[in-house]
């Protein structure tokens, strides 16, 4: 067995690698254009994440996306939530949101769509947020 104080060792170097390398990322920014569609109609938005909360809102920080949310909502604030509609970027995890009937949108590559529609049960698959096709779909919606 592992002692306590070596795994907290490990856990707080693993947090200081993730501050240190967390603006090295630049694919959420391509968010910001889906944020900035939703706050033309008024829907209020979250960022909600699986991270640590100080990971989650330094990330958001460091892509200049604190201003386009509301809340920031992590696993450490609820134990169980639904969400209107989910994005998922990792296509393991897909199946949460097709199991609760969510509408699910999946962000991949463009060779996985066919699977990931009939297998994985996706609502939609994009490459990224800037994709056409989730402009389509959202200018779709009555809200």
């Known amino acids: 067995m592992i002692p306590q104080d070596r795994l907290d060792a490990f856990f707080r170097d693993k947090e200081a690698l993730f501050a240190r390398y967390a603006g090295a990322g ?37 892509l200049g996306l604190s201003n386009l949310f509301h809340l920031v909502v992590t696993g450490q604030d609820c134990g169980h939530s639904k969400s ?7 296509t393991v995890r897909l199946q949460p949101g097709v199991t609760a009937g969510m509408p699910v949108v999946a962000i991949a590559d463009e ?25 389509a779909a959202l200018d779709s919606i009555e809200i």
């Open 26 to 62: 630049e694919g959420l920014k391509e968010i910001a254009g889906l944020c900035r569609w939703a706050e033309e109609r008024g829907v209020k938005r979250a960022a909600v994440t699986k991270a640590p909360r100080a990971n989650a809102e330094l990330t958001i920080s460091i």
């Open 84 to 90: 209107k509609l989910f994005f998922e970027d990792s």
């Open 111 to 135: 060779r996985q769509e066919d699977k990931l529609l009939t297998v994985g049960g996706a609502t939609l698959v994009i490459k990224d947020y800037q994709d056409p096709k989730l402009s």
